[in-house]
């Protein structure tokens, strides 16, 4: 689910509606990576929704006579099929830790963060600071 991307030290953390426990709302997580060009393009991709059909329109149109594109396009299928396969596990990882060792931390202090143009991001902090919470026996 993260591409390989390094996180922050304490790069995920799970923050609760205080309206809403996290008995109703579970929570939203955030992620922080550490600082990568790649990060905003492939959102980009994302956002767009089209990388799947511009790939395949591009190996449609390759001349069939190129051996080397011929070659290429399986080992593409099969790259994009393990890199959903990793995807998948470290989505499991992530649900993991957000459902047994995050309920255990907490937000403390802080500020509002704000976006490229200086906008307020809702529900967005830096410069907190993380908690451990006791565990209840």
């Given at each position: 689910?993260?591409?390989g991307?390094?996180?922050?030290?304490?790069?995920?953390?799970?923050?609760?509606?205080?309206?809403?426990?996290?008995?109703?709302?579970g929570?939203v997580?955030?992620?922080?990576?550490?600082?990568?060009?790649?990060?905003?393009?492939?959102?980009?991709?994302?956002?767009?929704?089209?990388?799947?059909?511009?790939?395949?329109?591009?190996?449609?149109?390759?001349?069939?006579?190129?051996?080397?594109?011929?070659?290429?396009?399986?080992?593409l299928?099969?790259?994009?099929?393990?890199?959903?396969?990793?995807?998948?596990?470290?989505?499991?990882?992530?649900?993991?830790?957000?459902?047994?060792?995050?309920?255990?931390?907490?937000?403390?202090?802080?500020?509002?963060?704000?976006?490229?143009?200086?906008?307020?991001?809702?529900?967005?902090?830096?410069n907190?600071?993380?908690?451990?919470?006791?565990?209840?026996?």
């Amino acid at each position: 689910m993260v591409l390989g991307f390094k996180l922050e030290e304490k790069g995920i953390c799970r923050v609760y509606d205080g309206e809403h426990p996290k008995k109703s709302t579970g929570g939203v997580a955030h992620f922080q990576f550490k600082p990568n060009e790649q990060i905003g393009k492939l959102l980009d991709a994302y956002d767009s929704n089209i990388a799947n059909i511009t790939l395949d329109e591009y190996l449609d149109s390759i001349d069939k006579s190129d051996h080397l594109l011929n070659a290429i396009e399986p080992l593409l299928r099969s790259a994009i099929m393990v890199w959903m396969r990793q995807a998948i596990e470290s989505y499991h990882n992530i649900v993991w830790f957000l459902n047994h060792q995050a309920t255990e931390l907490v937000v403390t202090g802080g500020e509002t963060a704000h976006d490229d143009e200086g906008n307020p991001i809702p529900g967005a902090k830096e410069n907190f600071k993380i908690k451990v919470l006791k565990k209840s026996k």
